[in-house]
């Protein structure tokens, strides 16, 4: 019997736009930079999208199946270097490291069968008082809460170090295309 091999691809990508002061939150204002990285996905966020999937997930905050709504999902960062593994559950730093919920309506997905609807784009805002260390990994979970959930996937990088004199915004877009 002949093996019939189908291809996908995951692609996913993490911008990083920096802006000075608050400027972050307001729609007119220009980045004094922008960071764009890859990222590799983790095996506790690929369970979390197939059990999802099944049917097997669930609203409730904190949670290893939650779903990667607007109420749950968040992008974390931190400043460890320490190399990706696809087991990991977590930001690696050990003190510097938070998550910070979605911006208002994301993450965002079109519902349809046209091509451009194998994509969801998530996006949160880090403001002036929040994440102001160098920036060595980041990633998307499920929780915006520390050491629960489940961690979709990890990006180990050198980013930039944030201060208090900046906002910066992360915007993760993961497709999978045919």
């Not at 220009?30 to 999208?49: A, F």
């Not at 460890?80 to 593994?85: C, E, I, K, T, V």
Request: proline share 2%; with cysteine.
């Amino acid at each position: 019997m002949a093996v019939v091999r189908e291809s996908g691809i995951w692609v996913a990508q993490f911008v990083i736009t920096k802006f000075h002061g608050d400027d972050a939150y307001d729609p007119d204002a220009e980045p004094y930079e922008t960071v764009e990285t890859g990222n590799q996905v983790c095996n506790g966020g690929i369970s979390c999208l197939w059990q999802c999937l099944l049917g097997n997930g669930t609203a409730t905050a904190g949670q290893t199946l939650t779903y990667f709504s607007n109420t749950n999902a968040a992008i974390g960062v931190g400043d460890s270097n320490a190399g990706f593994a696809a087991t990991q559950n977590d930001l690696q730093a050990a003190t510097n490291k938070v998550r910070v919920g979605m911006n208002a309506t994301y993450p965002q997905h079109t519902d349809s069968t046209a091509a451009g609807a194998t994509s969801i784009v998530f996006q949160s805002t880090f403001g002036t008082s929040t994440a102001n260390w160098a920036w060595e990994e980041i990633a998307a979970f499920n929780s915006s809460t520390a050491s629960t959930g489940r961690m979709l996937n990890r990006r180990v990088q050198s980013l930039g170090t944030k201060t208090s004199s900046s906002s910066w915004q992360a915007t993760l877009t993961v497709s999978v295309t045919p």
